[in-house]
């Protein structure tokens, strides 16, 4: 009679045990489901061609309204301050952005490309940016800095000069671990526009989607074949006209794929973007392809659509 009650110790000890294994195992498909992506927009307040009648105001008016519509928190956009000298009536841009309460950040006066400019040349572009934000984003953490180009500098020397200057004016690079190349579709959606064809612009919708969908999973590979799971992944996106046409279908698209959308500021603190929250560090790029490269890793399947966008309507 002394070891059954032993016995049945035991086997509730080993029930116990098994139950903790289950949850544990719930928790971590529950986490591995949660995957997170922070939206990014570059090129505010102006990127890309317009179709007629489009404006720079409406495009941004657009994609905070899909914004808001979806729940996003809010994001950053990284700013060109040219674009205002080129087009004036795009000013008014950073106001609707700020009374959203969206962030502003740097992307470079001129859109300077560190591989091919000058160290100096590109830090004075940097520079070049700041009254127009300390104006436009006045009261908010600015000091967010998105490569033009995504562009590093073309030697280890220049890079890690430029990430010196970045750090010695409290800039946090904005990384990128998401991008399927949304930029691309901007012109010819204007072309296709003025030429109103629609079954090209058909076209352009589905093909878009379907980059989106393919650069989702080609991500989240990486990341798991990295470290066992997802990331946070910081998107880059650009505040084209196409994009604004898009922005609901899209933000409908990662849901549908089960992400959730966080702040650029949440997504970088995971681990992953310990080199883009201090360029003080000398580290290679927060991008997933160079972590694959780093551990030797072969790149997964990345299926790319099968039109070329570029040629259409022309
Ligand atoms: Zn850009």
Redesign the pocket.
């Known amino acids: 009679m002394q070891t059954l009650p032993l016995r049945f110790v035991a086997t509730a000890q080993r029930a116990a045990r098994a139950l903790l294994v289950l949850a544990s195992l719930l928790v971590a498909s529950a986490l591995g489901r949660a995957q997170q992506i922070a939206f990014t927009w570059?090129?505010v307040p102006a990127?890309s061609a317009m179709p007629p009648g489009e404006t720079r105001v409406a495009i941004a008016q657009k994609l905070i309204a899909a914004m808001k519509d979806a729940g996003l928190p809010p994001v950053y956009g990284?700013v060109?301050g040219v674009a205002v000298e080129r087009e004036p009536a795009s000013e008014r841009v950073f106001k609707i952005w700020r009374d959203a309460g969206l962030f502003l950040g740097n992307?470079a006066w001129s859109?300077m490309n560190l591989n091919t400019a000058t160290l100096a040349d590109w830090e004075a572009d940097v520079l070049k940016n700041e009254p127009l934000l300390e104006k436009a984003a006045a009261g908010t953490d600015w000091h967010w800095l998105?490569y033009?180009?995504l562009a590093e500098g073309d030697t280890p020397e220049k890079r890690l000069a430029a990430r010196k200057f970045l750090a010695d004016h409290n800039y946090k690079i904005a990384a990128v671990t998401m991008s399927f190349g949304d930029?691309m579709w901007n012109e010819p959606y204007a072309r296709c526009s003025a030429k109103n064809d629609t079954a090209a612009i058909a076209q352009l919708e589905t093909s878009y989607l379907d980059a989106a969908a393919a650069d989702a999973d080609f991500r989240r590979a990486m990341a798991r074949a990295l470290f066992g799971h997802d990331i946070p992944y910081v998107l880059l996106m650009?505040v084209g006209a196409f994009d604004a046409r898009m922005l609901p279908r899209l933000l409908a698209l990662y849901k549908s794929k089960g992400f959730h959308f966080v702040t650029l500021q949440e997504g970088e603190k995971d681990p992953f973007y310990k080199g883009s929250m201090n360029p003080a560090l000398d580290l290679p790029p927060d991008t997933l392809e160079s972590a694959m490269h780093a551990k030797g890793l072969p790149l997964p399947s990345h299926p790319r659509p099968n039109i070329d966008v570029n040629s259409l309507c022309r």
Do not use: V
Request: no cysteine; glycine share 0%; proline share 8%.
């Open positions: 570059d090129d990127h990284f060109n992307h859109h998105r033009p180009f930029y650009h």
